[in-house]
């Protein structure tokens, strides 16, 4: 048995993140990370690693540089990585990313006994699409927003999260799941982790590798042929400067509610 | 290979809604999405249709629809679609619209809307573009939204002012960049859209009755269907509503040194003005309060008529989601806190001695009205 | 001369660096007011490899170098020096000499202990009357068919009272002068041990430091650690190591409070701008970093030698002393820029503060790491 976990190296926007004169996003002042809901999902794959001996793979498309992310997750105690990059992928939309994923994927090769795993949502995109495209791609069955896992077999029953409560729904393997954070805590790597990282296996998958995958439409890949293009960007702009009040005491109150009163707002 | 039928546009026409429902019962933001697709047919001078799908006698359900501009609704009923599953919703959705080719298809951006709408863009070898937050189809309106909300030079640029393709606003970057997003090759156009961002219309009883129901052929098997819902469960406790809140009092890590008396106070208020309690990502993060509390980013977006950041320091993704409500006061020990940069109204100071002085100044201005 | 650190050694501070911010910085204020061991974090650093990291795979540990110990503990010590302390020991004390100067059967059955075993292990040379002067211990171990009897006792000994594991000095033969001591390996099991006093100390407050008492303690004669005679010797070499853990600890705590002050002077405003732009300010600042920089380099450099196999005894001194110094001298100007603030317990520094002066005195004193270099230079 082995579970595909797709990752994604991100811009940490949760941090600091500069805004350039001309509107533009400083890409160069957030740090590089893995994407959140990604380690959740590495981790319920090594949980599974743990109790059944299975192997896992981290997946990911990216520029060379996300080999160092993949190496961090082979750290923490995956088996082997594999680098999806190559120019002609650049720029892709979700639609084209999934695409050549599931190129990638179905290339490494799905049995009947694997799971293929992903985030729910990349925190740069947050579009949470390209989990279930690729796993309509692959023509497996579905289950996203995971909050809890449990395989029994060939079936796995999922915690699956709404937003007033959950459902439990339950899939024969083959199948994708994509993870939320309430899924777990993911670890940390071990330091047996990062010695033996850089002997494992990590294999780059580029343009001619996949090029004549089935699932590869050479119109529809890369920044030309994505369904969807950037019309325009811009970063918002800051609220008009409001009115700080005098003081914090009773008189600063009456004095606010009295506005509010004023402007008919209660 | 993109002899897709999605690349043929001129066959495509028709604004479509994909309506909702659980145990029977429409979503609200079915009636948002219809109200907001009202006006991009009007523009594109077509019709908007909802469609919905549900169990037997949801056709009942359909006209209401009507009555916030839908002209007509496509109705599936199918025990096997009374409670939502993947694979049952997506095969009857992408060969009705294979079959009926709408332009447009809206998605409310629920959990199940996240994860119905990205399967059928694949089946339907379209583009989606993922939580819009405004959508615009004539270029005039849109530039006008664009002088309002950015800094872009709008004047300054080329336009192709005939251009009518849906022009798809979100955020991206955890809310620290907008993006608009256009599909110009495929159809149809597919895009789903946060609850709570577009307004409802009034609802109109002459539009509900005139609406139109119509019901499209499917075929659905179990053969269909891989995963099974074994059980629905609802949150023990009542759960919050954030998004229909016209008041929310919200509170952050300000609370920590007295997390059930901070709790307690911006219940208070919140009751003295009709509202809710929401709470910033530490404070569900620590545990005060449940999730279903989370306003920002990852948490809810809520615009309402008043929104108050008790000891909430104002990072970018709890602006995401509260910014444009429309009056914010903000309550913080710290004078140089982001949130004053957003807030209508600031009071540096200690919310626990300002909160119950707050609450009794409004209960004292309510009563001299 | 290659200044960068191997792709290994890089991952390891990365990891250290968000373990430390996750786990033990929460936590660091809270173990130093309450005095607690952070024994939460001490299970996880032993699931991560940390605790014992030097031993070899076979015996349960990672095989890693000691510039890799060095990382870590300097990484610990940026938030929680106590925390830093309790693995420096550790790894340094404990392990390092059963690994160097035990046989195969000592080291099958304690390594994997003090490893996947989970157990802490400790080092007891000081006595109330044997501190710099180590030779004046008065300890013994009086041989009785097939094992030793210890009467005596041990002071400071930091994981004393939670280490299962004690690599013990004591006098086998008081004829002999130095030649005399022996070591050996005492398990708080032994019949006979007892923890004494918990230490109140000054700070330092997570890293459990106890007296160590031997009342005719029963030690196996195979427990005792390299040849009759040789324990000295084997203190000496031992603490040259331990050393390197010491200097990295006190890089880590001088590295802590710079950062820190950075960050408040950032943002503290008074005489109309950030004090961080006051020349005064960042003339302090310079010196904090000259010296920072210089103890890294002087603490990677002896901790490489010892991985090399060659004699460090001289540069792990000098990493020690200097670091040391370098963490007292840092950390009270530090708690200088805060101002009144520095002096109370919402900042961690006076904590720092606190925290540098024992890496001034432990492992051999400024005083002793003095005679360590002077006596290498053919004076």
Known sequence: MKIIVCVKQVPDTSGKVAVNPDGTLNRASMQTITNPDDMNAVEAALKMKDATGCKVIVVTMGPPPAAGMLRELMAMGADEGVLVSAREFGGSDTYATSQILAAAIDTIGVEKDDIVMCGRQAIDGDTAQVGPQIAEKLGLPQVTYAADIQKDGSTVTVKRMLEDGYMTIKAQTPCLLTCIKELNNPRYMSIGGIYATYNKPLETFDYEKLKDHRLIDATTIGLKGSPTNIFKSFTPPQKGAGMMLEGADKATCEQLAGILAKKHII | ?369 | MDFNLSREHQLIRKMMAEFTENEVKPIAAETDLNSEYPRENIEKLFDLGVMGMCVPKEYGGTGADPLASAICIEELSRQCASTGDIVATHNGLCCDPILTHGTEEQKKKYLPMLTTGHKVGAFALTEPNAGSDASKGQTEAKLEGDHYVMNGSKIFITNGYVADVFVVFAMTDKTKGTKGISAFIVESSFPGFSVGKHEVKMGLHGSPTAEIVFTDCIVPKENMLGREGKGFSIAMQTLDGGRIGIAAQALGIAEGALAEAKEYTKGRVQFGKPISKFQNTQFTFADMELGCEAGRLLTYQAAVLKGQGVRYTKEAAMAKLFCSEHAMKTTTKALQMFGGYGYTKDYPMERMMRDAKITEIYEGTSEVQRIVISANMGL
């Not at chain 2, 895009?191 to 709570?196: D, I």
């Not at chain 2, 989370?294 to 993704?317: F, M, N």
Request: with cysteine; charged share 25%; proline share 3%.
């Open chain 2, 1 to 369: 290979m993109s002899n897709f039928n999605s690349a043929d546009i001129a066959a495509f026409k028709d604004v479509w809604v994909f309506c909702e429902q659980r145990e029977g019962k429409l979503m609200p933001t079915d009636f948002e999405l219809i109200s907001k697709g009202r006006d991009l047919a009007n523009e594109l001078g077509v019709k908007v249709c909802g469609l919905l799908l549900g169990g037997k006698g949801i056709e009942n359900a359909a006209k209401e629809l009507g009555g916030y501009g839908a002209d007509k609704v496509y109705v599936c009923e199918d025990e096997k679609l009374a409670v939502y599953n993947t694979d049952a919703y997506a095969k009857v959705i992408c060969d009705v619209i294979e079959d009926l080719k709408p332009e447009a298809f809206l998605i409310g951006a629920t959990n199940i809307g996240r994860d119905l709408a990205p399967r059928c863009a694949a089946r339907l070898h379209t583009g989606l573009c993922a939580d819009c937050t405004h959508l615009d189809i004539d270029v005039a309106n849109y530039i006008q939204f664009l002088r309002e909300s950015s800094t872009l030079d709008v004047d300054g640029q080329k336009w192709d002012m005939e251009d009518r393709n849906l022009k798809m606003t979100r955020p991206a970057f955890g809310g620290h960049l907008m993006a608009t997003i256009i599909c110009p090759r495929f159809r149809p156009c597919m895009a789903t859209v946060r609850p709570g961002v577009m307004k409802k219309n009034a609802f109109d009883q002459a539009k509900a009755d005139a609406c139109v129901i119509e019901k499209p052929a499917f075929t659905l098997s179990d053969a269909d269907i891989h995963t099974e819902v074994t059980e629905v469960v609802k949150a023990a406790k009542k759960l919050v509503d954030l998004i229909g809140a016209d008041f929310i009092v919200s509170v952050g890590r300000g609370i920590s040194k007295d997390v059930e008396g901070g709790i307690k106070l911006a219940e208070e208020l919140a009751a003295e003005l009709g509202g809710v309690v929401g709470g910033s990502r530490a404070t569900i993060d620590s545990g005060w309060l449940s999730a279903d509390h989370q306003v920002g980013q990852t948490g809810k977006t809520v615009h309402p008529k008043v929104y108050i950041a008790l000891g909430i320091s104002g990072a970018i993704q709890h602006k995401a989601g509260m910014q444009d409500s429309e009056c914010i006061i903000a309550v913080n020990k710290n004078d140089t806190a982001p949130i004053f940069e957003i807030a209508d109204y600031g009071i540096c100071g200690d919310l626990f001695k300002v909160t119950p002085m707050l609450t009794e100044a409004i209960r004292a201005a309510k009563a001299a009205k």
